[in-house]
């Protein structure tokens, strides 16, 4: 079976701009997630999305939004980036939520 | 109080030892619990998963589970320089998977 895959692995964009992130997951996965790691503060939550719905959001701002396709493909917006946005984006995806698989994530620089 | 904390590290053990790695999570409500593994610069990898009260062993791996003490670890035997890496506690809480930021382990030869 496929992993899950993420593109792209890496983007430089500045601030102000906006940007889009895709995750495919693994066939036959329903949820996908969506994580911010950053070396401060870790694996942070983004949002769930289950059958094309957003089932749980974290505490970001509006800037980041998600959407989910019905081949359970999904991607992430980040708006306006701001310097702070600079991470790896890590998208998980999984049967039911509770045992999931990462992506490789994408790299993101704001400068 | 975060809702999942682990010792940032570095657990340095020398080759051939047992590697010892902790976990306590805030909400007694929490049901369900895993170890992820993340070297350098890669993704997280998922090792073991534990539901259940007591011990699940995987070949080279513990998991061990005390809902009481809300306490959760990871016992690695026979430790390998392959398996130094960052080592991530997360815990199932209402759907949201929620992390703790990794305690680094270092295997010398």
């Known amino acids: 079976k496929a992993g899950v895959t993420q593109t792209p692995r890496y983007l430089i964009k500045t601030r102000g701009q906006q940007v889009t992130l895709s995750c495919s997951p693994i066939?036959?996965?329903?949820?996908v997630s969506w994580y911010q790691q950053t070396p401060g503060q870790g694996l942070q939550f983004l949002f769930e999305y289950f059958s094309e719905t957003q089932r749980n959001k974290g505490n970001f701002p509006g800037r980041f939004s998600g959407r989910q396709f019905s081949n359970s493909r999904s991607e992430m917006n980040v708006s306006t980036l701001e310097l702070g946005d600079s991470a790896l984006y890590l998208c998980?995806?999984?049967?039911?939520?509770?045992?999931?698989?990462f992506g490789a994530g994408t790299r993101l620089s704001v400068l | 109080q975060k809702e999942v904390e682990q010792n940032s590290g570095p657990l340095s053990v020398p080759e051939g030892a047992i590697a010892s790695l902790n976990c306590t999570y805030s909400d007694r409500g929490s049901q369900s619990f895993f170890w992820y593994r993340q070297y350098s610069g890669k993704s997280p990898e998922l090792i073991m998963f534990?539901?259940?009260?007591g011990d699940k062993e995987d070949g080279r791996f513990t998991a061990q589970l005390n809902k009481a003490s809300q306490y959760v670890s990871l016992l690695i035997r026979d430790s390998q320089p392959s398996d130094s890496a960052t080592y991530l506690c997360?815990?199932?809480?209402?759907?949201?998977?929620?992390f703790g930021t990794g305690t680094r382990l270092q295997v010398f030869p």
């Open positions: 066939s036959g996965h329903r949820s």
């Open positions: 997360a815990v199932l809480n209402t759907d949201k998977l929620i």
């Open positions: 998980a995806s999984s049967p039911d939520s509770a045992l999931q698989y």
């Open positions: 534990i539901y259940s009260n």
